[in-house]
Every structure is written in C-alpha cells, then in structure tokens.
C-alpha cells in the first residue's frame, strides 16, 4: 500500500510542478512590473519541496516498514503536503505577477 501511495505521490508532485508552470506563464504579460525574485524563489521552492518531500515520504515509508507499522500515514501527508506547498508557491507566483 505504501509504494502505490508512493507512486500517487510522486504523480501528484508532477501534477503541481506542471500546474505551476502554468501559473508561471503569466511573468510574460506584466510589463516589467514582475517581482522577479519572488517569481524564482516560489519556482525553487516548488521544484526543491515536492522533492524533498517525495524524498522523506519515501525514507519514512521505508523506515515504518522495517518497524512493521503501516506505511499508508507517510504517503498520505505527503501527498497534502505537496497540495500545500503548491497552493502556497501559486500564490507567490500571484503576488509576484500583477496584472491589470
């Protein structure tokens, strides 16, 4: 069960990353007006964060199979934790890009 919770984790960590590359097309539309630095600093912390995360679930579903628990908990956080963190780096990327 872990390893398909896993699996869903990792499709979903590709789903946001794609998801927030959509949001990050709107840089091209504001003229100049872009905070740029915010605009990178959300894009890494998407790109670096749903690695982590996939990279902890996984040690942690790992770690609760060799202690015989269930592995299902790991996953699970860590599929609403990438869920989180893309909310909260679309709203940088929001913050980051005004429109008119």
Do not use: N
Not at 13 to 33: D, E, H, N, P, T
Not at 57 to 76: D, H
């Amino acid at each position: 069960m872990g390893v398909a919770l896993l699996l869903l984790q990792f499709a979903a960590s590709w789903v946001s990353l794609y998801v927030f590359m959509l949001q990050a097309l709107s840089i091209a539309g504001c003229g100049g007006r872009c905070d740029y630095a915010l605009a990178e600093a959300s894009h890494r912390t998407q790109l670096w964060g749903s690695l982590l995360l996939l990279i902890a679930a996984t040690v942690a579903v790992v770690w609760l199979w060799l202690c015989r628990k269930p592995t299902w908990r790991a996953p699970v956080i860590g599929i609403g934790a990438v869920v989180l963190l893309t909310i909260a780096t679309c709203i940088g990327m929001d913050i980051a890009t005004p429109t008119l």
